[in-house]
């Protein structure tokens, strides 16, 4: 067995409409046709052939209140510009200096130990998303 790409990740949600509205305007995802499941959710192209997909699942386990914690389990999305992603998540109310429990917190780290810079930011239901970049 050869893995050629991971094909999706996906996530439970508790509100499918605001995590929808979540992954079109915060993170610019457009939502794709997705098959007649007998259940809630929502399918989202990521790059060229990654999709990301929203579930929603009553017996589904959440992070709880966690605040951001880039050690826990988390998806990371590669952006072109650094500094653009930080002006565009700025202009959303997103905010360094915001309380650990709050979502529009975000955790920048310019200079991290992977060899690029990172961004961190929690999604509605605090599933965490790591946003990098190739460089500054």
């Given amino acids: 067995m ?3 790409t991971i ?6 949600v508790t509100d499918l409409d605001r995590s929808k509205q979540f992954y079109r305007e915060i ?12 259940f809630p959710g929502a399918w989202f192209q990521v790059g060229g052939n990654q999709q990301l997909h ?27 510009s650094y500094r653009g992603a930080l002006e565009f998540l700025g202009s959303k109310g997103y905010r360094e200096d915001a309380a650990d429990q709050d979502l529009m917190k975000m955790r920048t780290n310019p200079r991290a130990t992977a060899g690029f810079p990172q ?18």
């Fill in 119 to 136: 961004i961190y930011i929690l999604d509605p239901d605090r599933h965490l998303i790591e946003i990098n970049a190739e460089k500054m």
């Fill in 2 to 4: 050869q893995i050629e």
């Fill in 54 to 80: 929203l579930i929603v699942h009553s017996g589904a386990t959440f992070r709880g209140v966690k605040g951001i914690d880039t050690r826990d389990g988390h998806f990371a999305v590669r952006v072109a």
């Fill in 27 to 38: 993170l610019g995802l457009n939502e794709i046709a997705r098959p007649a499941f007998p």
């Fill in 7 to 12: 094909h999706h990740v996906s996530l439970t």
